[in-house]
């Protein structure tokens, strides 16, 4: 009897232990798990991917805008020195392409600059003949912390 008792004493508190753990584990990150460290690196990343695949003839100047807006260093330059001729072709090609991100995952990082690796896709309905059409796209993305923002100084499509 006095062993019965011990070990219904002993299961009690094992299940009171377990749930004082997994009240404290749960009110701790009570909305999932803790976000990354570099949370910052991967929205800024994500949005310049929905900005480089959501493009619309319609719209073009603003998207232009977006991207610019986004952009700084070598990228800055780049795609600025591009950019009425980028818009030219989309309007010329009619096109309407909306993206969205698959996947996006830090490769390096640290306090002011990141390396974000983005994979995505688009569909795009054009003047020659795209209707819908799935597109995919992996890119390499150089972030730049810049005052309070973050901005993008690089990208490369990688196969």
Do not use: C, K
């Not at 001729?85 to 392409?97: I, N, T």
């Amino acid at each position: 009897m006095r062993a019965t008792v011990t070990i219904v004493s002993l299961a009690a508190m094992a299940v009171a232990l377990s749930a004082t753990v997994t009240v404290a584990v749960l009110g701790h990150h009570p909305d999932g798990p803790a976000p990354s460290p570099h949370e910052d690196y991967l929205q800024a990343a994500r949005q310049v991917v929905l900005d480089l695949t959501t493009v619309s003839a319609a719209t073009v100047d603003e998207d232009v805008e977006r991207i610019s807006s986004a952009a700084t260093g070598s990228f800055a330059a780049e795609f600025g020195s591009r950019a009425e001729d980028f818009a030219a072709v989309v309007r010329e090609a009619a096109v309407d392409a909306t993206g969205s991100v698959t996947e996006a995952g830090v490769e390096t990082a640290n306090d002011d600059t990141a390396t974000v690796l983005v994979a995505a896709t688009s569909t795009v309905t054009n003047a020659s003949g795209a209707v819908a059409e799935p597109r995919t796209w992996r890119m390499r993305l150089g972030l730049v912390r810049e005052d309070d923002r973050i901005a993008v100084a690089s990208v490369e499509f990688v196969p």
